[in-house]
């Protein structure tokens, strides 16, 4: 593949927290599904470069989960990656799985969560890591919701007390940045307390129509709220990119793969 779009988010910091001294700029990449752009992705490589991103963040889905994982392009994107940037990564279903349930996926899907580490990758399951960007007091959390959550035709509830039960409680003095793979539950993770929510999954609702937005969900639920782009809910900002692959539904009508970037201020 050689064609998506890069698609800007100006995102703005509440008042009420302290502010950054100087704009931040990341990128957010998600389902890949181990797709290359170019030769060992060199154009998404160029793309992301001539953003000059200070901090990269992945919400999963970079690997295909078949029973022989397809997974060396992601492994070489993250290797790139790393010699140049912080990269922040939670898994999505497709990395779920192959941790998960390693006797059906082999060894090798196991590996690739090691092989990543040793690149530099901070690999977050459900834990975070506290850090500071341009004096501003950051915690980015890594949310991984259990498998219930990525069902077909079904769709579980998520409340705050339980996000509380797997992270803990968000550091209220600083900006929390949650990065997860499924975006259908905004409203629990801004009542928890994410300033900022980064998620995919939904691959940008599969198909779209104007007016009505994404048509379908992996899971094969329709019209989810929750689908493409900046959405805000009591002073909470939710993200979802519209991911660079596709794969249980492998087609992608009005609704071009993408990379995000985030212009923090």
Known sequence: MSDFKLTRYRIRISEDLRGLQQPLSAVFLSDLHNVSYGEDNRILLQAIRNENPEIVFVTGDMLVS???PRMDVALALMDELTKQYPVYYVEGNHEYKVRRYAETYGGDGLRYFDAIQSFGVHLLKNSCERLELHRMP??????????????????????AEQITELLGAPDEE??????????????????WGADLTLAGHLHGGIVRLPHFGGVITPQFGLFPRYD???????????????????????????????LVVLDVT
């Open 138 to 159: 950051v915690t980015i959390w890594g949310l991984e919701l259990p498998w219930q959550y990525y069902e077909r035709f079904k769709k579980h509830s998520l409340t």
């Open 174 to 191: 600083r900006y929390n940045i949650l990065l997860t793979h499924n975006p259908v539950y905004f409203d629990a993770y801004a009542a």
């Open 66 to 68: 078949t029973k022989e």
């Open 228 to 258: 493409l782009g900046l959405f805000k809910r009591h002073g909470k900002q939710l993200v979802v990119s519209g991911g660079l692959g596709s794969h249980s539904i492998p087609i992608r009508i009005n609704n071009p793969p993408e």
